[in-house]
T-cell receptor, first 112, second 113 residues
């Protein structure tokens, strides 16, 4: 059972380049989430999708866009990468309220 | 707003018990979680407790919840070197159709052989 799969695992970008991070889950979960993890700051929610067809901003949405392509897939796009977006990005999914979220292994993104 | 606090670092000897503590602020939290993160990996759900429970035990793991003091702890019995990782405490609330989770910054557990 793959769970939550993120691609790529690592990426280096130059400032101003664009990139899409991919996430897919095979647990038939309704909700999906994108977080970023920075040293000393824990995990911060970028965007979420409560159900297929809906997306909403989280705590730190600036500089990002998302697409809930179908129930399985939720992508995160950086239109014009900035060094401040250097981080580890995690995708998570959950079946809804009162159920824990399950995380992918992360994408380590460096922007030069 | 919601806030989750935990100490940054804990060092224990192999075979001893580890206790990782966490405090949270939101009394409307429904579930509280403990996640484990090993180097280069994602967050692995270890255990969780519903807010109306005081204790949950799962093999070597014991979670204690003091709702009055908004204090959560994770005890790992017979700590092994494989338990070395970062442990995240998190609280969740239902918020407009999705589960809003607030994470602490993580406690790094070092197990000394």
């Amino acid at each position: 059972n793959a769970g939550v799969t993120q691609t790529p695992k690592f990426q280096v970008l130059k400032t101003g380049q664009s990139m899409t991070l991919q996430c897919a889950q095979d647990m038939n979960h309704n909700s999906m989430y994108w977080y970023r993890q920075d040293p000393g700051m824990g995990l911060r929610l970028i965007y979420y999708s409560a159900s297929e067809g809906t997306t909403d901003k989280g705590e730190v949405p600036n500089g990002y866009n998302v697409s809930r392509l179908n129930k399985r897939e939720f992508s995160l796009r950086l239109e014009s990468a900035a060094p401040s977006q250097t981080s580890v990005y995690f995708c998570a999914s959950g079946s809804g309220s009162n159920q824990p979220q399950h995380f992918g292994d992360g994408t380590r993104l460096s922007i030069l | 707003g919601e806030d989750v606090e935990q100490s940054l670092f804990l060092s224990v000897r192999e075979g001893d018990s580890s206790v990782i503590n966490c405090t949270y602020t939101d009394s409307s939290s429904t579930y509280l979680y403990w996640y484990k993160q090993e180097p280069g990996a994602g967050l692995q759900l270890l255990t969780y407790i519903f807010s109306n429970m005081d204790m949950k035990q799962d093999q070597r793991l014991t979670v204690l919840l003091n709702k009055k003091d908004k204090h959560l702890s994770l005890r790992i019995a017979d700590t092994q070197t494989g338990d070395s990782a970062i442990y995240f405490c998190a609280e969740s609330q239902n918020s407009g159709g999705y589960q809003k989770v607030t994470f602490g910054i993580g406690t790094k557990l070092q197990v000394i052989p």
